[in-house]
């Protein structure tokens, strides 16, 4: 599977949204589990608004609709702009923010039930990790499992 859909916000700023098969998780899941790459094709120093990040979301939960599958989002560790009113975070903590955010509010506007498990591998050498796994809530079981996995790596 290698899907690409291009993004463009109200004010200009583009993405690449890439779904793909994830192949970079060294454990065996019990269900197809899908690489959403996130790729910034405009400059860092714009913030991007709400309708931007639903617009996003609304696209994954579009997907979620007719696949069986666990979308699986790594916050990348690339300079990103930040509110000043967030308080000092990390790049991949404040993207973490942003997806949980975009998350929460998206699913109050769409139809299907969804569940978002952020997960957070300690690594005091390279720094913290920080993970998004997102399926239909009917693979809570699923989640639970290949959460379990991805947390035998905490260091």
């Known amino acids: 599977m290698n899907i690409t859909k291009t993004i463009e916000s109200s004010d200009g700023h583009q993405y690449l949204l890439n779904l793909t098969d994830c192949k970079?998780?060294?454990?065996?899941?019990?269900?197809?589990?899908?690489?959403?790459?996130?790729?910034?094709?405009?400059?860092?120093?714009?913030?991007?608004?709400?309708?931007?990040?639903?617009?996003?979301?609304?696209?994954?939960?579009?997907?979620l609709d007719v696949n069986d599958v666990i979308l699986y989002f790594y916050c990348s560790k690339d300079p990103i702009k930040q509110r000043d009113t967030r308080g000092e975070m990390s790049y991949?903590?404040?993207?973490?923010?942003?997806?949980?955010?975009?998350?929460d509010r998206a699913t109050r506007y769409?139809?299907?039930?969804?569940?978002?498990?952020?997960?957070?591998?300690?690594?005091?050498?390279?720094?913290?990790?920080?993970i998004h796994l997102i399926a239909q809530s009917k693979h809570s079981d699923k989640l639970d499992k290949l959460e379990g996995e991805l947390n035998t790596f905490n260091k």
Do not use: C, W
């Open 24 to 63: 970079n998780i060294p454990i065996d899941p019990t269900i197809k589990v899908v690489d959403i790459a996130l790729i910034s094709m405009s400059n860092i120093g714009i913030i991007n608004n709400a309708g931007t990040l639903n617009r996003i979301a609304s696209i994954l939960f579009n997907f």
């Open 92 to 103: 991949q903590q404040y993207r973490s923010f942003l997806f949980t955010s975009m998350f």
């Open 110 to 130: 769409h139809k299907g039930e969804f569940i978002n498990r952020s997960i957070i591998l300690k690594d005091m050498t390279y720094g913290d990790h920080y």
